[in-house]
């Protein structure tokens, strides 16, 4: 690859953002929901504002502590308990998350492979497993790349055939 680090990982941001479930999903929200266009609207507006606070306050508050984590930063302030609660949260709400992108990418694979859905669940997961496992962070953020570019492709062709 000749793309550099520094891009990918930023691309690799944004894919993460930019989920299968999301390109699926916001359009059907937006076209069958009342409202639903201008109520995501206020979504996407926000999302670029919320992430300049956290560049601007949050970050540079956790890196003058010479914290590792907001959840070391929510310790320091509010206590053990406050960080194992809303640490808990987190694993909780990501794999709901998570576990909702991998039924909606498996409903997409099982049409186009012709299998049950349980079975595009489990190929999906162990290839993720294997080529995480073997090419590190390297792969996720390179295959994050791969996965902007088709949903990119994928916009372009909608697009297109819209027109």
């Known amino acids: 690859w000749s793309l550099s680090l520094r891009w990918a990982l930023g691309i690799s941001t944004m894919a993460t953002q930019t989920s299968a479930i999301s390109f699926m999903s916001?359009?059907?929200?937006?076209?069958?929901?009342?409202?639903?266009?201008?109520?995501?609207?206020?979504y996407e507006l926000g999302v670029p504002l919320a992430m300049i606070v956290c560049m601007h306050v949050i970050i540079p508050t956790v890196r003058e502590m010479e914290l590792v984590s907001v959840y070391q930063f929510l310790e320091t302030r509010f206590g053990k308990p406050a960080r194992k609660l809303l640490?808990?949260?987190?694993?909780?709400?990501?794999?709901?998350?998570?576990?909702?992108g991998m039924y909606a990418s498996a409903v997409v694979l099982s049409a186009m492979l012709d299998t049950s859905i349980a079975?595009?669940?489990?190929?999906?997961?162990?290839?993720t497993i294997v080529y995480d496992t073997i090419g590190g962070m390297t792969a996720v953020v390179y295959s994050d790349v791969v996965q902007m570019a088709?949903?990119?492709a994928g916009l372009l062709g909608s697009i297109f055939l819209a027109a």
């Open 26 to 42: 916001i359009p059907a929200f937006v076209a069958l929901r009342p409202g639903g266009g201008l109520q995501w609207l206020q």
């Open 119 to 127: 079975s595009a669940i489990v190929l999906t997961g162990i290839s």
């Open 150 to 152: 088709v949903l990119l």
């Open 87 to 100: 640490s808990g949260v987190f694993l909780v709400s990501r794999s709901i998350g998570t576990g909702a």
